[in-house]
């Protein structure tokens, strides 16, 4: 089970309070911790941690973050062959603030934004090596562009996780096998209800409500997988759980809906503990939590 993801590597800067500040409110933190993340390499990590054989590809500075998710990378078992390192320009980072049982993030891309159709197209090969292939929208879009037609053309699965919400061509959704936004991105991207989009993208479109579960649309009918109810500690990198379990289970051979009731799981377990990438599932876990 090969899987390469092409996106953004962070660091992500975690402030935890007892509430949110309002405009021009300074209120004080509970701690603070760098974790590494980013949507691409949280991504990468989840199926790291579920067992799959991954690849990233990215960009990072040449700085002390990004040696740090360098390391981070080597210790979860990612392959950085294709991961370039950039002087001059700053690894991205990634303030978070954790309150009241959710999150806000500020995005600094850095050396993402240097992750053009040139790096792409120089990790060629093991894109014709993948079993899947995942994209998101916090690299320049162009290279999302050319990545989900290159696979396209060469019968390449691709799940795109469309976030940040940025308008999507209908090239690109026709060139992905999957796409997989929230309840507040479904809106922006399609200025639809989520029930008329997945129905006019059955299979295709995955829309992931928190608490409320997980539904698409089989092509019959609307299906709705609920979320477990669990014990919320940070949710930050629950959809990135989520996406990486899928695609795991889909590498693996699961039906849809059997990969979206294993990924809803893994990002159930993910969003008890802190962090992003630290709160991920193992496979043994998973399994021994299913157990319990």
Same mark, same amino acid.
């Given at each position: 089970?090969?899987?390469?993801?092409?996106?953004?590597?962070?660091?992500?800067?975690?402030? +935890?309070?007892? +509430?949110?500040?309002?405009?021009? @409110?300074?209120? *004080?933190?509970?701690?603070?911790?760098?974790?590494?993340?980013?949507?691409?390499?949280?991504?990468?990590?989840?199926? /790291? %941690?579920?067992?799959?054989?991954?690849?990233?590809?990215?960009?990072?500075?040449?700085? =002390?973050?990004?040696?740090?998710?360098? !390391?981070?990378?080597?210790?979860?078992?990612?392959?950085?062959?294709?991961?370039?390192?950039?002087?001059?320009?700053?690894?991205?980072?990634?303030?978070?603030?954790?309150?009241?049982? !959710?999150?806000?993030?500020?995005?600094?891309?850095?050396?993402?934004?240097?992750?053009?159709?040139?790096? =792409?197209?120089?990790?060629?090969?093991?894109?014709?090596?993948?079993?899947?292939?995942?994209?998101?929208? @916090?690299?320049?879009?162009?290279?999302?562009?050319?990545? /989900?037609?290159?696979?396209? @053309?060469?019968?390449?699965?691709?799940?795109? #996780?469309?976030?940040?919400?940025?308008?999507?061509? %209908?090239?690109?959704?026709?060139?992905?096998?999957?796409?997989?936004?929230?309840?507040?991105?479904?809106?922006?991207?399609?200025?639809?209800?989520?029930?008329?989009?997945?129905? !006019?993208?059955?299979?295709?479109?995955?829309?992931?409500?928190?608490?409320?579960?997980?539904? *698409?649309? #089989?092509?019959?009918?609307?299906?709705?997988?609920?979320?477990?109810?669990?014990?919320?500690?940070?949710?930050?990198?629950?959809?990135?759980?989520? #996406?990486?379990?899928?695609?795991?289970?889909?590498? @693996?051979?699961?039906?849809?809906?059997?990969?979206?009731? *294993?990924?809803?799981? /893994?990002?159930?377990?993910?969003?008890? %503990?802190?962090?992003?990438?630290? =709160?991920?599932?193992?496979?043994?876990?998973?399994?021994?939590?299913?157990?319990?």
């Amino acid at each position: 089970m090969k899987i390469t993801v092409v996106g953004s590597i962070n660091a992500d800067l975690v402030t +935890r309070c007892s +509430r949110f500040p309002q405009a021009g @409110e300074t209120v *004080f933190g509970d701690d603070f911790t760098v974790f590494p993340g980013g949507k691409g390499a949280n991504q990468a990590v989840a199926c /790291a %941690k579920l067992g799959a054989n991954v690849r990233m590809v990215g960009c990072v500075g040449n700085d =002390a973050n990004g040696r740090f998710l360098l !390391d981070n990378f080597l210790t979860q078992s990612v392959d950085i062959e294709n991961v370039s390192v950039l002087n001059g320009i700053s690894s991205g980072v990634a303030p978070i603030l954790i309150a009241e049982n !959710d999150n806000m993030i500020v995005v600094v891309p850095g050396a993402n934004g240097k992750v053009t159709c040139e790096i =792409a197209e120089s990790a060629k090969d093991i894109l014709l090596g993948s079993d899947m292939v995942m994209l998101q929208l @916090e690299i320049p879009m162009a290279t999302v562009e050319y990545t /989900a037609a290159f696979c396209y @053309e060469n019968h390449i699965p691709v799940i795109l #996780n469309p976030a940040p919400a940025q308008r999507l061509s %209908k090239e690109l959704i026709n060139n992905v096998t999957y796409i997989t936004p929230n309840e507040i991105e479904i809106t922006q991207l399609f200025n639809d209800s989520f029930e008329k989009v997945i129905a !006019d993208f059955p299979n295709k479109v995955i829309m992931t409500a928190g608490s409320q579960g997980t539904y *698409f649309h #089989n092509g019959t009918s609307i299906v709705h997988t609920p979320a477990q109810k669990v014990e919320v500690v940070d949710t930050t990198g629950a959809g990135d759980t989520f #996406n990486g379990a899928l695609a795991v289970g889909i590498s @693996e051979g699961m039906k849809l809906q059997d990969a979206i009731v *294993f990924a809803s799981k /893994a990002a159930s377990f993910s969003i008890k %503990k802190l962090g992003a990438q630290s =709160a991920m599932p193992t496979r043994s876990e998973l399994e021994n939590e299913e157990l319990g």
